[in-house]
């Protein structure tokens, strides 16, 4: 089995900052993507920003100069740093990753379960 878990979620007024972080474990052999997406109240679950596992990213143009996405591969752990936050950032982020466990032959995504993010204006 493998887990993403999720933490650092909550209320923030706009202009404020959090920081998500998601931590992987179980029987992985390597993991390759990792990513946060972002899923609104009556809205699709969309790609935030992704981290590849030689270190390049890709952020979603709405959120580009105000989050970062790093990893630290040695956690097995990605996070998310959230600047400026906006009313439009509320949703639930959840974590995704690419993992080649011990149980498969091949890479599998993973998820976390979620975490909220509510931005007060």
């Known amino acids: 089995q493998v887990q993403l878990v999720e933490s650092g979620g909550g209320l923030v007024q706009a202009g404020g900052s959090l920081r998500l972080s998601c931590a992987a474990s179980g029987r992985i052999v390597a993991i390759y993507d990792m990513g946060w997406y972002r899923q609104a109240p009556g809205k699709e679950r969309t790609l935030v920003a992704v981290?590849?596992?030689?270190?390049?990213?890709q952020h979603t143009d709405s959120v580009k100069g105000r989050f970062t996405i790093s990893r630290d591969s040695a956690k097995s752990t990605v996070y998310l740093q959230m600047n400026n936050l906006k009313s439009e950032d509320t949703a639930i982020y959840y974590c995704?990753?690419?993992?080649?466990?011990?149980?498969?032959?091949?890479?599998?995504?993973?998820w976390g379960r979620g975490t909220q993010v509510t931005v007060s204006s």
């Open positions: 981290t590849s596992k030689d270190g390049s990213t």
């Open positions: 995704n990753a690419d993992v080649k466990s011990t149980l498969r032959p091949s890479c599998q995504p993973y």
